[in-house]
C-alpha cells in the first residue's frame, strides 16, 4: 500500500461493512508515535475498540432496524407474533431471510388448522428456538 492510512483503511473496510450492527462491530483508529521529527508521525499501532460492549437485546433490534429496512419489516412482523427482542437477536442471523419466512408461514398455517395457537407468546417463542437451535447444530 502506498501510505498506512490505504493499508488500514483497505484492510479493514470489509470487515467493518460485515461486522456493522453486530456484536462485534468496532472501529478501526491508527496510534501514532510521541515525539517527533520532520514530517508527519509515524503509525506504531493500530487500535480496534469494540462499539457494542453493553447493549441490551432491545439496543441491538433497534440498531438493525435503522441499519435495514428488511429487518425493519421483518420485525414487526415477529412482533405481531409476539416474540422476544432476546430470542430475536439471538436468532434471526442464525436463520436468515429464508427461515424467518418459514417462520411465518408455519405460524399463519398452525392459526388456520384445527388446533390453532393458544398462547402466541409461548408457542412462538418456543418454535424460533427450536428452529434457532436446529439449524445451530447442522452447521
Not at 483503511?9 to 501514532?32: H, I, M, N, W
Not at 509515524?42 to 441499519?67: D, H, I, Q, Y
Not at 436468515?96 to 418459514?102: A, F, R, T, V, Y
Request: positive net charge; aromatic residues 14%.
Amino acid at each position: 500500500y502506498a501510505s498506512h492510512t490505504h493499508a488500514i483503511t483497505y484492510t479493514t473496510a470489509e470487515p467493518l461493512k460485515d461486522f456493522q450492527g453486530s456484536e462485534l462491530e468496532f472501529k478501526v483508529s491508527p496510534v501514532y508515535a510521541e515525539g517527533g521529527g520532520r514530517g508527519r508521525p509515524a503509525v506504531v499501532k493500530v487500535c480496534f475498540e469494540f462499539l457494542n460492549k453493553t447493549m441490551t437485546p432491545s439496543e441491538r433490534v433497534a440498531l438493525w432496524c435503522r441499519n435495514s429496512e428488511k429487518f425493519r419489516e421483518h420485525y414487526k412482523r415477529l412482533k405481531e407474533w409476539k416474540i422476544t427482542d432476546e430470542n430475536i437477536v439471538k436468532y434471526a442471523k442464525v436463520l436468515g431471510e429464508k427461515g424467518i419466512n418459514k417462520l411465518f408461514y408455519h405460524f399463519t398455517e398452525k392459526n388456520k388448522s384445527s388446533k390453532p395457537i393458544a398462547e402466541r407468546e409461548k408457542y412462538c417463542n418456543w418454535y424460533i428456538c427450536f428452529q434457532g437451535e436446529k439449524v445451530l447444530k447442522e452447521e
